[in-house]
Structures are given as structure tokens and as C-alpha cells.
């Protein structure tokens, strides 16, 4: 049952890339949350959440490695392709569609303009409707060949998992104000190359703030403070589904792994019992 509080919007308009820059006119706040499989993919094409993220963050909360730098491009475009079949409902856009936007993974927008666009070709075939990838410095010349393409680029600055390595860990980004100010800058160029929105990830409110006010394309926070244009949550996280990792910005609003691991209990109980299955559960 759907309680009174869940929207089923299927068949509410699904979001295009220039509709974010057109929320962020009005001041309308958006919604986005990652999604990996077919399954999960069904129920946001059902929900009124704005746009999914096919995160490369799939590499550590799907396939249980240690960061996002085992994420490759056939990985990403597996996962795309099975997003894709769970909010397709034809051509795009379409009623009841999502907007999907998948990650370029690591180094796949590093080595040159050639192997960014060979990526975003497979990534944009498999269903994304946009790409996303992390910094600017560097790889200009790939956001701008990208966009210029036609293809959607989302910007995300501030904490770059793929980056770990150099940080020696998960770490806030742009605490001092030398780094703030870098962020801000690189916000800035991602805005001229053409990108259409950004995530800010684990970076000071106040820094997050500075940075939307400076942007006309929407900024997509995660462990950024409310003053970004929209949110986004790892999916997991959302739902409750982790029982090792609770970063403090990582809301639960569902308690899943309770829930979960109380129906593995019900059903060992019933089936030890002989509760499960009951006639009407039979041929
Ligand atoms: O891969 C991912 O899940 C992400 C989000 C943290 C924004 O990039």
C-alpha cells in the first residue's frame, strides 16, 4: 500500500537538461537520488523525485569495492542500461520517464578528447540523458568538445571521490579560504563551458552558498548545507540499507536494514515452522 504522503507521478513530465537552469530561475528545489538496477529504477520512475544519477559510486555500494576508482565504462553502461529499462517508456522525453544522468568513471575523461567522447557515446547509447564528471582543471577540452556535441555535462566539485587517493581519504573540501576560492572559481569555468549543473559534495554550507549565488545553473548538493538548488543522496543511504556507514550528511528516511533483516526473520521463522507456504501459496 502507498501511503498518503507517497506521490505516484508516473505520469508527471520528466525533466530535460535545460528545465534545471529553468528551476533555478523559479527558485524550485531539486531532487536527485542515484540508482543502479531496473528494480529501484521502477519505483523512482514512480515517485516525484526529479532525476537519477547512475552514480559510479554503483563500483562501492552495488560491487563492494573500496572507493569509485574500480568503476569502468562498460560497468556505468551496464548499470545504464538497466536504469534506462526501468523509466523507459519509449522515446524521450516521455511521460513517466526520468531524466538520467551517468557518471564518466575514472580517468575515462582524462586521456584526451577521443576517449571522453568514446565513453559518453557508450554511456548516452545505454540511456543516459546527460553525463557527469568530477573537476574542471585539465580536461576543459573535453567539457567543452562534450557539450558542444550535444551531450549534457554535469560539474562536481568539492569533495571528487575519484580523487581519494590524493586526498588520503573521504575528506570536506574548501575549508580554508584559499581552497573555497578555488571551488568558486571552478564553478565559474564549468558554467562557461557549457555544463547545465553541478554537484557541490562535502563542502562548508557557507562555501556552498557563495558558490550557487555565483552560478546560474543549479548547484546539486550532498553533504553541502541548504543552500544549494537541489539535493542528491546515494540511494542506500536514503533508504537505511548500509549498517557500517553513516556519514553525518547521509539522512535515513527509512530504517532499511531493520526493516529488511525483520522480513529475512519472519521468512526463516515461517518456512522452519511450516507457516510458509499456505495453501493458497500452492498449485
Ligand atoms: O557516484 C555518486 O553516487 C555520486 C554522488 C555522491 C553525487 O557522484
Known sequence: MLSDTTTLSSYAAPLRAQDFLSAKARGQRLSMVTCYDYT????????????????????????????????????????????????STGDFPAPGGKFIVTDMPF????KGVTTALDAAQALMTAGAHAVKLEGVD??????QRLTQSGIPVMGHLGLQPQSVRAYGGFRVQGRAAAAGREIARQARTLEELGAFAMVLECIPA??????????????????????????????????????????????????????????????????????????????
Not at 545553473?217 to 546515494?234: E, K, R, S
Open 206 to 283: 557557507g562555501l556552498a552558498r557563495e558558490v550557487t549565488a555565483s552560478v546560474r545553473i543549479p548547484t546539486i548538493g550532498i553533504g553541502a548545507g541548504d543552500g544549494c538548488d537541489g539535493q542528491i543522496l546515494v540511494l542506500h543511504d536514503l533508504l537505511g540499507l548500509n549498517l557500517d556507514f553513516h556519514p553525518r550528511f547521509a539522512r535515513p528516511f527509512l530504517d532499511g536494514s531493520h526493516r529488511v533483516l525483520d522480513a529475512l526473520a519472519e521468512f526463516d521463522r515461517a518456512v522452519k515452522s511450516g507457516a510458509f507456504p499456505a495453501a493458497d501459496e500452492s498449485y
Open 107 to 110: 580517468l575515462s575523461f582524462r
Open 40 to 87: 529501484f529504477a521502477r519505483l523512482l520512475r514512480a515517485s516525484a523525485v526529479d532525476a537519477i544519477l547512475v552514480g559510479d559510486s554503483a563500483a562501492m555500494v552495488v560491487h563492494g569495492y573500496p572507493s569509485t576508482l574500480s568503476a569502468t565504462v562498460d560497468l556505468m553502461r551496464v548499470h545504464t542500461e538497466a536504469v534506462a529499462r526501468g523509466v
Open 138 to 143: 585539465g580536461h576543459e577540452d573535453a567539457i
